[in-house]
């Protein structure tokens, strides 16, 4: 939409109506305006699925792999596509704004949210960032690229003060921003921290370089509930608050304009921005009649979900990263099978996705169990046990153990009380975990209630969970009688992660129980409310001892082990990066009784791996989305190749710290993080950044480097690489720069650009890698501008930040510039591998 015809919107509007649309009309909407056409937007979390306003486990979501799968592809037109599919979950759920990507980095491997955000680098996150931006928004949907800026840890993250000096900022934390914006992508949400002493949604980066040098004509949104101040936010470059509708604008807002506080052109630009967003999205129609409603141009929903299972499925196996593969153990022959070991908490109770808000309630889940079965059927046996119990947190009461007790349908009847405990509303729900019951402004708690029909003799562990006064019977019999007191102001704790209070109660197999959850709705305290309940156990000697025991009968044994939702997730910070309970003693003990022994790691970041040299075979799956057993059995037999390469560094520890002192996180080691901080320390990490192996081999032959290039202008490599191996595959080929000598602070080494190739058995390919004219600049501070030392750079090719078996030199600046060559043609710097 033209400029004038959107001036022409905003002059229709007296100044209540402007502000008026500056604040959320809902938790999850913007206010409509029908007098110029302009409808309500809906938002929703991302980037996990698309959830829609509601959390509801009725509705559910295709659930894609965490943001750290995808960065794993390395693969830019797959992740397009995966935003497409994004896009079309949106319109199905009348969705407008997705709230994702997250395109804060890796700064430590401590980052509770590090699941949600893609890489330690900024070229691989803007790039991986971009390419799901385009795919979203092809589909008509709004991406937001989130959380601007350095919102890379949780701890105290609503108020900490983050201090990077402006070379680091500006190379490292603002880069993958900057490339969603030449992505065009349509909103960007400010972060709750502050920055260099300014909370972002009050901090002048929104307008510069945001706005101002990259020139973003978006609306930025603040994180919700992230501005907390009238004049100061109003002034800055911050356009939408949200959620409403209430808030720090409003009528506060009208009266600091009258004022002359805040500009009146400052509210226009506000306004403007987000009728062009509005535009974009298909929620402006200046032509709609009065009562602003118009025919919906979302598509019908649609059941046949097939081909957007196929796609999670291969992108299951496409960000799959086999870390180690002794005597190619791995794919798993399965003619060669009679009896296969599937062991591990995380094998039949598979994390699909982290914890917080970018959780979606999934279609359906394929377990590590279902795939390896449903793979194997007819050809292998197939026995489990979980061998060891990490999870602390109660499991909320489904479908497969508990009923409504009107109804008799599998579930729990919850009902919304008023304050003299008189019925106001009652539903069918499908879990124990309510997040959000029906919204009535009269109700005073929430009930759950179910028939428990316990499938073992024994102790079992029932709890509650939600702020206020909770309560918890089984049978009339009061377990649990307590006032929770709130003590955070974190929204992801608050609204999604209440505390439990718990009991415990001895129960016959085949006798119902009935359960009874209430708490007390107060101001402030979020309407979540969980019932839940846990079966005896084995106790943890009993429960290895068992998992040895079928491991030392099998031909193979695959053992997933993985972290829990207290350890990965929104609003906490990780305290180590250990695998919890005894997993690390399982993976050791079978592993010594069966030496054909995989090890799948079902996490969203780092963790230690004290045990890697003792099993033949290590493969990390992520997060994976809801295909995740499909998609595991597919690279596990050789279906598909593990394509996927290490996104960040996985190490022994972390080398910096997510606390704050004081409110302050002095991000003190400036340009070093990841592997970039690795490659200056005498000991290497335990896989560097970029690794990763296939089911074949490859040798890096030569690289074609341009002998010079122009300062300011892009440069191509050429890589020819041969496939060794004896079946076909892909390879991620990455390109990286050096300075030894230099006047500049730099890193070591940093990625400069990558490309993949596929080939045949014995093919030779080659590969051109592109190389952007910012990955040869640095940031002056003194200067306030991109600059270009001009000399030699050292081109490092290979594939990892450590493994580059081929290197050339690229001059700037020294001699006139000159096109490269083709390789094979007289090629002016043509280098053999050692």
């Given at each position: ?13 007296d ?9 959320g ?13 302009l ?28 943001a750290?799968?995808?960065a794993?592809?390395w693969?830019?037109?797959?992740v397009?596509?995966?935003g ?13 704004v997705?709230?994702a ?23 691989l ?5 971009a ?14 690229a989130?959380?601007y ?34 992505a065009g992508?349509?909103?960007v ?109 979302d ?14 499925r ?30 591990g908490?995380?094998?039949a ?23 390896i ?14 061998g ?19 109804t ?7 009902r ?7 019925e ?5 729900r ?18 759950i209630r ?16 939600g702020?206020g ?11 649990v ?83 829990t ?7 906490v ?6 695998l ?39 493969l ?9 057993g ?18 960040t560094?996985?190490?022994?520890r ?8 004081g409110?302050t ?5 400036g340009?070093d ?25 490859w ?37 990286y ?18 490309a ?47 493994d580059?078996?081929l ?12 096109r ?14 050692p």
């Amino acid at each position: 939409m033209i400029i004038d015809e959107l001036d022409r919107l905003v002059e229709k509007l007296d100044l209540e109506r402007k502000v008026r649309l500056l604040t959320g009309a809902t938790v999850w909407s913007t206010h409509a305006e029908p007098g110029i056409g302009l409808r309500a937007m809906v938002t929703s979390d991302g980037p996990a699925g698309v959830r829609g306003e509601g959390w509801d486990e009725r509705s559910p979501s295709l659930t894609l792999p965490s943001a750290t799968a995808l960065a794993a592809t390395w693969d830019d037109d797959l992740v397009r596509l995966l935003g497409g599919l994004l896009a079309a979950e949106a319109r199905r759920k009348g969705v407008h704004v997705l709230l994702a990507p997250t395109l804060n980095l890796h700064r430590s491997p401590l980052g509770g949210r590090h699941f949600e955000c893609y890489s330690e680098d900024p070229l691989l996150t803007g790039r991986i960032g971009a390419a799901c931006i385009r795919g979203v928004q092809a589909g008509g949907v709004a991406a937001t690229a989130k959380h601007y800026v350095a919102n890379d840890s949780e701890t105290e993250r609503l108020t900490l003060d983050a201090r990077i000096d402006e070379q680091t900022l500006r190379e490292l934390y603002l880069a993958p921003f900057e490339a969603a914006v030449e992505a065009g992508v349509w909103a960007v949400m400010s972060a709750y921290n502050g920055v260099n002493g300014t909370t972002m949604s009050e901090n002048p980066l929104l307008a510069d370089p945001l706005k101002a040098a990259w020139g973003f004509d978006g609306v930025v949104v603040s994180d919700w509930g992230g501005v907390r101040s009238t004049t100061p936010a109003a002034r800055a470059a911050q356009d939408l608050a949200m959620p409403g509708p209430q808030g720090p604008w409003g009528e506060a807002l009208v009266a600091a304009v009258r004022a002359g506080d805040v500009p009146e052109a400052a509210i226009d630009d506000k306004v403007r921005r987000l009728l062009r967003l509005a535009f974009r999205v298909g929620a402006l129609d200046p032509g709609l009649p009065a009562d602003g409603h118009a025919a919906a141009s979302d598509p019908a929903p649609h059941e046949d979900h097939g081909p957007a299972r196929a796609l999670l499925r291969r992108a299951v196996a496409a960000g799959t990263v086999l870390l180690r593969n002794e005597d190619s153990l791995l794919p798993l022959d399965p003619s060669r099978l009679r009896r296969v070991a599937v062991l591990g908490p995380n094998a039949a109770a598979v994390r699909i996705q982290g914890g917080g808000s970018a959780g979606v309630y999934p279609l359906s889940v394929s377990t590590p169990l279902d795939g390896i079965r449903d793979a194997l059927s007819g050809t292998a046996e197939v026995v489990h046990c979980s061998g060891a119990h990490p999870r602390d947190r109660p499991t909320p009461l489904g479908t497969d153990n508990a009923r409504n007790p009107l109804t008799g349908e599998p579930g729990v009847l919850v009902r919304l009380l008023d304050a003299d405990g008189a019925e106001i509303h009652a539903e069918h729900r499908l879990t124990g975990r309510i997040l959000e019951p029906a919204r009535i402004d009269s109700a005073a708690a929430v009930e759950i209630r179910a028939l428990l029909s316990p499938e073992t003799d024994g102790l079992w562990e029932l709890a509650v969970a939600g702020w206020g006064h909770v309560l918890l019977e089984a049978d009339g019999r009061v377990l649990v009688d307590e006032e929770v007191e709130r003590d955070t102001d974190d929204p992801a704790t608050v609204h999604l992660s209440p505390p439990y209070r718990r009991a415990r109660l001895t129960m016959a197999a085949g006798r119902d129980v009935e359960l009874v959850s209430r708490r007390r709705l107060d101001p402030g305290g979020g309407v979540a409310s969980v019932l839940a309940a846990d079966p005896p156990r084995r106790d943890d000697e009993a429960e290895l001892a068992a998992a040895v025991e079928l491991a030392r009968t099998c031909d193979a044994v695959i053992v997933v082990v993985g972290t829990t939702e207290e350890i990965e997730s929104e609003g906490v910070d990780r305290g180590s990066l250990d695998l919890p309970g005894r997993q690390d003693e399982l993976v050791r003990a079978v592993a010594a009784a069966n030496p054909a022994t995989v090890v799948v790691v079902n996490s969203g970041g780092p963790v230690l791996l004290p045990w890697r040299e003792e099993v033949p075979a290590v493969l990390l799956s992520w997060f994976p989305g809801q295909e995740a057993g499909h998609g595991l059995a597919d690279v596990l037999f050789g279906r598909a190749e593990p394509g996927g390469r290490l996104p960040t560094t996985w190490a022994d520890r972390a080398l910096v710290s997510t606390v704050p002192t004081g409110g302050t996180l002095a991000y003190a080691e400036g340009l070093d993080i990841g592997y970039r901080a690795w490659l200056r320390r005498p000991e290497p990490p335990a896989y560097w950044f970029g690794h990763g192996l296939g089911y074949t081999s490859w040798s890096y032959e030569s690289l074609s480097v341009p002998p010079d290039a122009a300062p300011g202008e892009p440069l191509s490599v050429r890589v020819r690489l041969r496939n060794t191996g004896g079946r076909a595959g892909r390879e991620v080929v990455q390109v990286y720069l050096s300075r030894l000598e230099t006047g500049v602070v730099r890193p070591a080494r940093w990625l400069a650009g990558y490309a993949t190739a596929d080939a045949g058995p014995g093919e030779v390919v080659d590969v051109t890698v592109d190389i952007r004219a910012r990955a040869l600049q640095h940031w002056s501070a003194e200067h306030r501008t991109w600059r270009t030392e001009e000399g030699a750079f050292t081109v490092l090719a290979g594939r990892s930040a450590a493994d580059l078996p081929l290197s050339g030199t690229a001059l700037l600046g020294t001699c006139p510039p000159s096109r490269p060559e083709p390789v094979g043609e007289r090629s002016p710097m043509l280098l053999k591998a050692p």
